[in-house]
T-cell receptor, first 114, second 114 residues
Framework: EPEVTQTPSHQVTQMGQEVILRCVPI?????FYWYRQILGQKVEFLVS????????KSEIFDDQFSVERPDGSNFTLKIRSTKLEDSAMYFC????????????FGAGTRLSVL | DAKTTQPPSMDCAEGRAANLPCNHS???????VYWYRQIHSQGPQYIIH???NNETNEMASLIITEDRKSSTLILPHATLRDTAVYYC???????????????FGKGTKLSVKP
């Protein structure tokens, strides 16, 4: 069964450093999302992406965040200057058709900012 | 999107049916009910969704009341691997400018016990 793949599974970085989290969505999917989950808290929507542009973003997704689909298969989330409070699990998801909105999630990347 | 209310936790004996309730009294006519689950910090997993008719798939059944103000997810023969947090999410089907981001609440932590 096709799945969403995220790398790395765990990323440790120093505060102020840039990180790029990578995702390979399911190949025939058109809609892509990033969510995050701070330890012990709810899963929170960050951004959705369609047709090579951001469709929606939450208030969490500020100027420090950016997304890109550089080569038609990867979907990346960049955090320019990490803060301690960016430590969380980051989940990528993809969706084939908007009408059903069945989102398939990756296993996540645990980001630890020291 | 309509707000949902779920009990914070439930227990179920292995092999028995798990019935997880969700209240969504402010649901509107074009909003679907989605169920996802999250097994111990893994990525959320889609289970089932419906508009007004009862639905069944290989994982679960979804019973929606006639007035659509509440629903029940049924896992017919719960196993230890079904221990997870279960999320009931109400979401509009036709999004206009929105691309279908999911809004997760705290969900119900289901513990399946031997």
């Amino acid at each position: 069964e096709p799945e969403v793949t995220q790398t790395p599974s765990h990323q440790v970085t120093q505060m102020g450093q840039e990180v790029i989290l990578r995702c390979v969505p399911i190949s025939n999917h058109l809609y892509f999302y990033w969510y995050r989950q701070i330890l012990g808290q709810k899963v929170e929507f960050l951004v959705s992406f369609y047709n090579n542009e951001i469709s929606e973003k939450s208030e969490i997704f500020d100027d420090q965040f950016s997304v890109e689909r550089p080569d038609g298969s990867n979907f990346t989330l960049k955090i320019r200057s990490t803060k301690l409070e960016d430590s969380a699990m980051y989940f990528c998801a993809s969706n084939r058709q908007l009408a059903k909105n069945i989102q398939y999630f990756g296993a996540g990347t645990r980001l630890s900012v020291l | 999107d309509a707000k949902t209310t779920q009990p914070p936790s439930m227990d179920c004996a292995e092999g028995r049916a798990a019935n997880l309730p969700c209240n969504h009294s402010t649901i509107s006519g074009n909003e679907y009910v989605y169920w996802y689950r999250q097994i111990h910090s893994q990525g959320p997993q889609y289970i089932i969704h419906g508009l007004k008719n009862n639905e069944t798939n290989e994982m679960a059944s979804l019973i929606i009341t006639e007035d659509r103000k509440s629903s029940t997810l049924i896992l017919p023969h719960a196993t230890l691997r079904d221990t997870a947090v279960y999320y009931c999410i109400v979401r509009v089907a036709n999004y206009g400018g929105s691309q279908g981001n999911l809004i997760f609440g705290k969900g119900t932590k289901l513990s399946v016990k031997p």
